[in-house]
């Protein structure tokens, strides 16, 4: 009998929480190519600083492998989605009119804090393992994302959308996120409650994560000495 | 003319924040005696964990500090809240009939996860001072509520939450916020903005913990599979 | 049949190491009070910044430890280290004519160097147990030298050296190795051989520390330029 | 006038140990071919150990990286150097007879656990920058030794020195060493003298690390019960 790989037992336990990311609005509304310009926008720029955040991530993961083999992988994996995911989402930027200086000034919503921190506290302080699972939906629901709602990319008319989202169908997205799953799938499942936790819980930063841009997050006290 | 101090500086930049932790129902209604008891439990629950999160904190701070003086007094915080306030908690938990296993068995909230994701990852990846600073408002907000509810509270008839309260009235405790401020006082002002953005933060998450607490907090999707 | 404690097996692992240790001339001209006295001050210059980085080293600890136990003990084992034989040594500086600010300025040797990296990088990088493991060493074998010398110590007529090492003998100190060990024996046999890398490299570097202070170590080149 | 690079001013104030590096018994014999062979395999398998630490202290600059753009270039670094240097060290060890288990299972001699554990704390712990500075000297001292010896190499009739030499005088690896100088240079002046620190230590522990396999380095100690 064939063992569950570790990937596949993550993605199953997670299952309701991806089908409420595949629905959510700003998802739908994306992929349809009716969502407020002004909402991605908003998303776009929060992004920048978190792929950023996610690039450091990426790095302590690679000092953290324990085998030369996979410190190599990881090494792999953070430098080609530094130069091909990071600098696409700079040109991105430039499309939609805005510097890199803009993106770094942006404050990062409180979402975005707490999930970033959560991956960067993940990776620092718990095992390689652990920190790999916390990363690893960001990156593979995107590619699921754009998987679910293919045929509704294919009639949208709109062309800034369809660019940005054909990114994850590409095959270089698809072996990144494959030499990640790979990579986990080493993990003991004697570990699996953690890595399921942190699993589940990045799963769900992904979520709030959407809500955040579709209600353009603000702080909900009006800070007037601020 | 006296330079103000980074902590009055921060006190006050935070000030329209603290104002409605001061004003937040979980905390009126807990210094009235008239919180119920449902809610108080699931914050002393969610509590225990966050404690022993801040004193792991703590230690990465006083890993972290400079001089070989904040070290000591660092260390001497770190011990004082290992051994008092959270000495103290354990013995409250038994009070409320809870054991400390239980404690550790509770599930953080996903806001409990944000605020110690937060604290790890600011006093693990920046600096000593802006891990300090994200580190003072839980201590201090906790002061200054005693402090500003102290009436309410001598009239409380609730003897659980009065005896939960007191702790922060007392002299060991009032040392120890001073402590920490004191220590802050000697960063330097040129890294201001990167201490208010963290001390801001952080009191944000104090808010957010309450309201976590008053509405006893679950995961917005119904997780059929989890 | 009783089991052999994890800190029985390490000492016992690393007995020949020890032994070169308690009959180093350093240390049997130490205690017999016939070790010149400048060779004495170029150890105690460099023992003052070796402690501050055990200080840090011990904080590191704290934050490391997985349970909440394990971090209040860590935590009470560095703030006795940093209030306790930590002050008692800057009284002693003192004694010698040298102000802390000397001992502060004081470059440390290239053995130094590389035992604090050792230290540091194994607390940081490795688990908790064995960092743990290479931090024994230091305190454990003061205890077991002062012990092993201990008529010499009475016999000689030198109080300075009679002053420095009576700390080693006292209960307080006794106490603080013991609490060391305790908490070491908790760790997994599973484990064992790394442990046991880190506690016999640690030992190694106590020898090789010896000898530094005895040949009071310049580096071996003759570096005009610099 | 032009300002002096901080590469430059290390390198300058790092010349009188380097030159003792080029003259190094081990470092003339190997590019004259004259090296006993023994010696050589003890350094290529003690130098796999080496590596594979330098790619996990790759891994945590990557992470401490201040801007994208210097985490993107580290990133690039490291890959570079797994990629690259790393996998003809794989091939080298096999032309040697050896596999990479052979190499794994090599203990590290205390020279190498010295230098390995200072990159390690050093880019754990101390700033980017003094990282850095501290991992420099090695690429950036093959380079120079290769360049010192080139006519010394051509002469050699070792044509398994001569192989591995010819790596560093290659012009991709005189990028990888020109991307770091070239990161460097962007610290700031002020912090010069830590900087500085951190070169010349390392610097020395490269000696060390020459001497170390020429004289195929073991414990001082006779350990009988180890």
Redesign the interface.
């Known amino acids: 009998m064939k063992k569950t790989k570790i990937s596949e037992r993550l993605r ?2 997670a ?3 991806w089908k ?1 990311i595949f629905n959510h609005p700003f998802v739908v509304e994306l992929y349809k190519g009716t969502l407020p310009i002004e909402k991605f926008k908003f998303y776009v720029l929060q992004d920048y600083n978190y792929l ?1 955040t996610n ?11 324990e085998s ?1 083999e996979a ?2 992988e ?3 994996i ?2 080609l989605e ?2 091909s995911e ?1 600098e696409s989402y700079e040109k991105f930027l430039k499309n939609l009119g805005y510097t890199i200086e803009d993106a ?1 000034r942006i404050k990062p919503t ?1 979402t975005n ?2 999930y ?3 991956l ?3 990776s ?2 718990k095992t390689f393992w652990e920190g790999l699972a916390a990363t690893l939906p960001c990156f593979w629901t995107y590619e699921e994302i754009a998987e679910f709602h293919k045929d509704k990319l294919n009639e949208s008319k709109n062309s800034l959308y369809f660019e940005w989202a054909s990114v994850y169908l590409t095959e270089p997205y698809h072996d990144l996120v494959n030499k990640m799953k790979g990579l986990l799938d080493n993990a003991s499942n004697i570990e699996y409650e953690k890595l399921k936790e942190a699993f ?2 990045a799963s ?2 992904e ?2 994560y959407w809500s955040m841009a579709y209600d353009m997050e603000e ?8």
Request: a positive charge.
């Open positions: 199953k336990d299952d309701s929480i409420e950023a690039m450091k991530n990426l790095g302590i993961l690679s000092s953290k492998a030369v410190m190599r990881m090494l792999e953070a430098h530094a130069t990071f770094i409180q804090i707490s970033a921190s959560f960067l506290a993940t620092s302080l589940i819980t769900k930063y979520y709030m702080w909900l006290i009006p800070l007037k000495q601020e």
